[in-house]
Nanobody, 118 residues
């Protein structure tokens, strides 16, 4: 099983920046996807950004141009740089790891809260 450790959430004013980190450990292949979902109170969980090993990242339309996902494969870590934060970015952010060659195929982090104040 894959374990995920997240860090980097917090409180920031609108227009500010935060960086989230998620480190994976355990047994997994080098063909995988790491990314972030978020869930605001009363709303469904939505994909924010994802990065597949050897592929191009993809982003939710609402964060394009403001958020950047990156990976350090040597550290099995994915980062989410969040700039120009908006109040509507306030949510719990969950890191995920998907690998079709392990069971279970998807693992989740514990979640980290991002709160953007006006």
């Amino acid at each position: 099983q894959v374990q995920l450790e997240e860090s980097g959430g917090g409180l920031v004013q609108a227009g500010g920046s935060l960086r989230l980190s998620c480190a994976a450990s355990g047994r997994f292949s080098n063909i995988n996807t790491m990314g972030w979902y978020r869930q605001a109170p009363g709303k469904q969980r939505e994909l924010v950004a994802a990065s597949t090993s050897g592929g191009s990242p993809n982003y939710a339309d609402s964060v394009k141009g403001r958020f950047t996902i990156s990976r350090d494969n040597a550290k099995n870590t994915v980062y989410l740089q969040m700039n120009s934060l908006k109040v509507e970015d306030t949510a719990a952010y969950y890191c995920y790891f998907w690998d079709p060659r392990v069971t279970p195929k998807i693992s989740w982090g514990q979640g980290t809260q991002v709160t953007v104040s006006s």
